[in-house]
T-cell receptor, first 116, second 112 residues
Framework: GAVVSQHPSWVICKSGTSVKIECRSL??????MFWYRQFPKQSLMLMAT?????????EQGVEKDKFLINHASLTLSTLTVTSAHPEDSSFYIC????????????FGSGTQLSVL | GESVGLHLPTLSVQEGDNSIINCAYS??????FIWYKQESGKGPQFIID?????DKRQGQRVTVLLNKTVKHLSLQIAATQPGDSAVYFC???????????FGTGTQLKVEL
């Protein structure tokens, strides 16, 4: 089956620093990847759609200058949380699909970000 | 629709029993639905999907039922096992677009 790898699994950083999270599709190419955010005991909220070779599309209320997305190749998308603050602490998850129309999305293992 | 709330509904079942997890979706234009299983600290795992032109689909030990009239989706797990304990989310795709909207989620607890 399709594998989406996400790194790191967890990260602790100081307030004001930036953190980069990587999402890789290991055995397929993905022109589109998705970034989600999940708070404890809540559902996944779509933050943005990452498009290979073009700008990401952000959901309403998500600051594009805060959450920088780069989709430089067909197998890699990165999310950078800039100037992180404690309220940015969350579980961040990426997803991608090997199929047309992005059906059967496969998810990475998630990154737990804790900002001190 | 958007998922809100701080408390996940919980379903407790005995090992070996069948489980039924329900989901109400929001958009009558949604054409594709997926069930995911999420274990603590991990990303969601694909279980089964169904298109809007179907009302039932079966997988290994799982069945998804779709009732478009009342915008209701259910996941049935046969002979529930301890390893099935997790949070289950339904997700809908609207209008052929590429974005999924996730439901609130249900915590399934399997008791021995």
């Amino acid at each position: 089956g399709a594998v989406v790898s996400q790194h790191p699994s967890w990260v602790i950083c100081k307030s004001g620093t930036s953190v980069k999270i990587e999402c890789r599709s290991l055995d397929f190419q993905a022109t589109t990847m998705f970034w989600y955010r999940q708070f404890p005991k809540q559902s996944l909220m779509l933050m943005a759609t990452s498009n290979e070779g073009s700008k990401a599309t952000y959901e309403q209320g998500v600051e594009k200058d805060k959450f920088l997305i780069n989709h430089a190749s067909l197998t890699l998308s990165t999310l950078t949380v800039t100037s992180a603050h404690p309220e940015d602490s969350s579980f961040y998850i990426c997803s991608a699909s090997p199929q047309p129309n992005n059906e059967k999305l496969f998810f990475g293992s998630g990154t737990q970000l804790s900002v001190l | 629709g958007e998922s809100v709330g701080l408390h996940l509904p919980t379903l407790s079942v005995q090992e070996g029993d069948n489980s039924i997890i329900n989901c109400a979706y929001s958009n009558s234009a949604s054409d594709y639905f997926i069930w995911y299983k999420q274990e603590s600290g991990k990303g969601p795992q694909f279980i089964i999907d169904i298109r809007s032109n179907m009302d039932k689909r079966q997988g290994q030990r799982v069945t998804v039922l779709l009732n478009k009239t009342v915008k209701h989706l259910s996941l049935q797990i046969a002979a529930t096992q301890p390893g099935d304990s997790a949070v289950y989310f339904c997700a809908e795709r609207t209008g052929g677009g590429n974005k999924l909207t996730f439901g609130t989620g249900t915590q399934l607890k399997v008791e021995l």
